[in-house]
């Protein structure tokens, strides 16, 4: 089944096996301006992409940052990707702290917990993949690609080295918002009732 459009975002859940325990094996896709992101596995159970894409749909309301929306796509992605991590590149880090100030402890943030705007379950399925959303008043703000690679690290200038290109990877997709979330919702709603009909 396919949820949205592909045109714009959409996700794509396929239920391919039963087990005797009730748990669902499948796969999850999902297609941003047609492109598919993730692929295919036999292995992956359902219960846990779509429980994940539940706690996604439960953070709506922790997306609205107006200062952090108007960021330029690379600054956008690059913030909120480095803001999650133990360490932040010299150059990036007044930025970073900018828009999530952290406390006097290094590994705690006084404001918010930026993996909050992540919309990509954690599982393999998405591989490399990352991405972000971010609500404006009538808008939700999609910036995704790859994980920057990491080709460096110089530990006396606490300093890292990222390849050049990884930023022709990020892409940004606006849609009104509500879309993404309806969406979410009803691949959600649609994996609880082939969970049920699989119990009956």
């Avoid at 080709?151 to 009104?176: A, M, Q, V, W």
Wanted: hydrophobic letters at 40%; a negative charge.
């Amino acid at each position: 089944m396919i949820f949205g459009n592909k045109r714009e975002f959409a996700i794509e859940v396929v239920v391919n096996k039963i087990q005797e325990d009730y748990q669902l094996f499948g796969y999850v896709h999902l297609y941003i301006r047609n492109k598919r992101i993730g692929y295919f596995r036999f292995i992956d159970m359902l219960c846990d992409i779509m429980l994940s894409f539940e706690g996604i749909y439960r953070m709506k309301n922790m997306r609205l940052y107006e200062e952090l929306f108007y960021l330029d796509k690379d600054d956008l992605f690059t913030v909120i990707w480095f803001a999650h991590r133990f360490q932040v590149p010299q150059h990036l880090r007044p930025m970073v702290e900018h828009f999530f100030p952290r406390s006097e402890d290094i590994d705690i943030y006084d404001d918010r917990v930026p993996m909050d705007f992540n919309f990509f379950p954690e599982v393999d399925t998405f591989r490399q993949w990352c991405g972000f959303l971010i609500s404006s008043g009538k808008l939700d703000k999609l910036v995704y690609g790859y994980q920057p690679d990491i080709i460096g690290y110089n530990e006396n200038e606490d300093t890292f080295y990222l390849r050049k290109n990884f930023s022709e990877k990020i892409k940004i997709l606006t849609l009104e918002r509500g879309i993404f979330d309806s969406v979410v919702k009803e691949a959600v709603d649609y994996f609880h009732k082939q969970y049920s009909l699989a119990k009956i």
